[in-house]
C-alpha cells in the first residue's frame, strides 16, 4: 500500500458509475460487491443557518447521508472517500456547521464504514470538524491500487498521476436539457469520462510528472442543489481551471446522464480550439 493509499494491497481497477446516483463504485478487479464509493462536491452547509435550526436551508446532509447508505447496503463496500468540497464555506466552520459534517460523518462511520477525504477548494479547517476516525489525505490526493482520486483545484500528487484511472470532481458538470419532474430548471448533472491519447516525453524536467493515466472520470456534484455547470452553453465559467485545460482538453470526452443516457462526444467550442476530439 502507498504512503497516499486505502485499505490494504488491492488492484482496484474496476471504476463503474451507480445506476442514478452521482455515486462512483471502486471495487477490486474480478469482484461485484466491496471496495469503496465515491462521492464529490457534498457542499454540507449549503445555505445560511438560523437560530434553532440543526442545519441550513437546503443542506440535504441527511438525504446524502442516506442515499450514501442505501448504496453502501447494495454493493456491500468497505468505506467512503470524498474526493473533495465536503463542506461549502470556503472559509471557516461555525459550530452549526462543525456539528452538521461531524454527524454526517459519524452517520456513515456507525455503519461500520470507513471514511477518507481529499481536502477541496472549499475545505479550509476542515478536520476541526471531522470525527478522529476520517483520514485526511493531502490535496494531492490519493490512491487506491491503480485508482487516482483528487479534488481538481490542487495538482495532483505525482503517484495519482500514475494511475491507470483518475477520479476527480470540482466541476459540477451538467447538461440543459428539457425540464423535467426530475430536473424543473432544465439542468441535469452528469458524468464526463475522459479517454487520454499515449503520454509523450517531456523534453524538459518538470516539476510535476507526466500524466500516464489512461482516462479520468470527473463526478457529478453529489448535493444536488449545488450549482451545475452546463457542458452544452457557450462558455461554463467553473471551466476555466487546470482540470478543464490539461486534463479535460486534453482527450476524447463524452458525457452521461446519472441514469447511464450516452449524450455523446462533447464538442464544446474549447475543445475545437485546442483541437479535442
Not at 70 to 85: E, K, L, P, Y
Amino acid at each position: 500500500m502507498e504512503a497516499s493509499g486505502v485499505g490494504g494491497p488491492v488492484e482496484a481497477e474496476k471504476v463503474r458509475p451507480v445506476p442514478g446516483h452521482p455515486i462512483l463504485h471502486v471495487t477490486p478487479t474480478g469482484a461485484s460487491e466491496g471496495g469503496w464509493l465515491v462521492a464529490a462536491d457534498a457542499h454540507l452547509g449549503l445555505g445560511s443557518f438560523h437560530p434553532g435550526q440543526p442545519s441550513p436551508p437546503g443542506s440535504r446532509a441527511e438525504e446524502m447521508a442516506e442515499e450514501l447508505l442505501n448504496v453502501a447496503r447494495r454493493t456491500r463496500v468497505r468505506g467512503v472517500i470524498f474526493a473533495g468540497d465536503l463542506k461549502q464555506p470556503i472559509v471557516g466552520m461555525s459550530p452549526p456547521l462543525r456539528r452538521e459534517v461531524f454527524d454526517f460523518c459519524a452517520t456513515l462511520l456507525s455503519a461500520g464504514l470507513s471514511v477518507d477525504a481529499v481536502p477541496g477548494n472549499h475545505d479550509v479547517g476542515l478536520a476541526r470538524g471531522l470525527p478522529r476516525e476520517v483520514r485526511l489525505h493531502p490535496v494531492g490526493g490519493l490512491r487506491v491500487g491503480k485508482v487516482g482520486i483528487f479534488h481538481g483545484h490542487a495538482w495532483p500528487s505525482n503517484p495519482v498521476l500514475r494511475s491507470t484511472t483518475l477520479v476527480a470532481g470540482h466541476l459540477h458538470p451538467g447538461f440543459r436539457l428539457a425540464p423535467s419532474p426530475t430536473g424543473p430548471g432544465g439542468k441535469s448533472r452528469c458524468w464526463l469520462r475522459v479517454e487520454f491519447p499515449p503520454p509523450v516525453p517531456a523534453r524538459r524536467r518538470r516539476k510535476h510528472g507526466p500524466i500516464l493515466a489512461r482516462e479520468l472520470v470527473v463526478m457529478p456534484a453529489l448535493n444536488p442543489l449545488t450549482g451545475t455547470e452546463s457542458l452544452n452553453r457557450s462558455a461554463p465559467a467553473r471551466f476555466r481551471t487546470f482540470l478543464w485545460k490539461r486534463f479535460v482538453l486534453r482527450g476524447a470526452t463524452r458525457a452521461y446522464l446519472l441514469d447511464g443516457t450516452d449524450l455523446g462526444p462533447l464538442r464544446h467550442p474549447s475543445m475545437a480550439a485546442t483541437g479535442s476530439r
